[in-house]
Each structure stands twice: as C-alpha cells, then as structure tokens.
C-alpha cells in the first residue's frame, strides 16, 4: 500500500493537486486481503458485485470499514445496495435514483451517491450520456436520503495517453460545470492501477485501485473467495 500511496503523492504534487483519496477495489479478493490492508489503515473499499460484498461484509463485522458499489447496480438489487453500502458510485439513471432513496433506512445516515457518466459515449457501457449528468444529478440532489458527492468515470481503454487524459480533462470540466449548482459536491472518481496519474493530473479527488494494491485478482467464475 505504501507505494501505492507514494504514487498518488507524487503525481499530485508534480501536478499542484491535492493527493486525492484511494480507494481500495477488492472485486474478487479475499476479505482476509481486505482485513490486511484495513490494519495498514486503509478504510475506504470498493466493491463490483453486490453479492460478493455481503459476504465480505459478513465476514469483516466489525471493521470499522467504508463500502463503495463500483459495479454497474441492477435495480433489484437496489434495496440491498441501499442498506448495505455508504456510497453507490454507478449512478446512471433515474429508476435507480428513486429506488436507492425508498430503501435508504431512516436510521441510516444518507447514501453517498455519484453519477456515473459515460464520457466516452461508448454504446455498451453503462453510465449516463454527459448531457443527461445535470438532470441526474439534480434528481439526486432533490432526495433526502441520498446525498449528492460528485461524478464517476471509467473511460474506454485508450492506449494513447494524450487521449486518455482528454477524458479525465472533459469529466474534470463537467464537474466544475454542475459544481455551479451544487456547490457541496466534492467528489470526482476516475483513474485507476494504470492510469491514476493522469486522472491525478486532471483534477481527481479519488482514485480507485485494485490490481496495484492487492496483485492479480482471481477469475470471476469459480473465485474461492465469493
Ligand atoms: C476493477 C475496477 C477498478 C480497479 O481496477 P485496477 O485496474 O485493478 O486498479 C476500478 N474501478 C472499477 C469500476 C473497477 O471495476
């Protein structure tokens, strides 16, 4: 974790950033591998698949551990995700605005929410077009048992740095823009194992990484972990 650290710390300071959060992505790893990094101190994970976070969950009761859903969030799972996360970051349509705002408990504190946009307009990824953000996002803004933290991207793979950066530089200026009418969004995530310094470079306030911190994740079917 240490290097890891060290990396956003220098790519931050050589762009005059904040160094932004980490968030650690523990899809398909074990939560003995979770419970190794939270005793080196990190708090915040991130999680693809709703059910296999229950279950780490379960076995981690008692941590005192952050949960994000990075995965895309099918809208029968939305009252699990509700109950059992502190932030959806796959945010991408209204449907799923209203049902994360019914399930979040009273007895809870308000969901963390980002919307998820596809800024590459690639048809087969989720997210919403960025046009659609600002609707999204005042939806959001409008319930409250959710509470608006930013934007969320996880732009084409792209070999070509210059274009990759162009990306994170167009989701940096659609937050900027929506910040006008929500001043208290204080969240961009994008950038990961492979890319974190440029997102870095382009204004992210958190990056999400997984292969860089815990190696090689398992396959997804048959992980023994799930
Ligand atoms: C898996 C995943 C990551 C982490 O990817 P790495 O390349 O392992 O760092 C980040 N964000 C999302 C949405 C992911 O699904």
């Not at 945010?91 to 946009?117: G, H, I, S, T, W």
């Amino acid at each position: 974790m240490h290097d890891v650290l060290q990396r956003l710390d220098n790519a931050a300071r050589q762009a005059s950033r904040p160094t932004p959060d980490l968030l650690a992505v523990s899809k398909l790893q074990s939560a003995t591998a979770v419970s190794q990094l939270a005793q080196a101190g990190q708090r915040a994970f991130g999680e693809n698949y709703v059910q296999e976070a229950l279950a780490k969950q379960a076995e981690l009761v008692g941590l005192p551990l952050e949960w994000h859903l990075i995965g895309h969030l099918q809208s029968n799972k939305a009252r699990e995700a509700a109950e059992h996360f502190d932030w959806v970051q796959t945010v991408d349509r209204e449907k799923l605005v209203d049902a994360l705002a019914r399930y979040r408990r009273d007895d809870q504190p308000p969901l963390n929410v980002l919307v998820q946009v596809n800024i590459d307009d690639e048809a087969s990824k989720h997210g919403c077009r960025p046009e659609q953000a600002a609707g999204l996002a005042a939806a959001i803004a409008a319930q409250s048992r959710l509470r608006l933290r930013g934007l969320m991207a996880i732009p084409a793979p792209e070999p070509d740095d210059a274009r990759r950066r162009a990306a994170f530089a167009r989701m940096h200026q659609l937050f900027e823009s929506l910040r006008d009418a929500h001043p208290d969004m204080d969240t961009l995530s994008m950038g990961m194992s492979d890319d974190c310094e440029l997102a870095i470079a382009e204004g992210a306030t958190m990056v999400r990484v997984g292969t860089a911190l815990f190696g090689q994740r398992a396959a997804k079917a048959g992980a023994p972990d799930r």
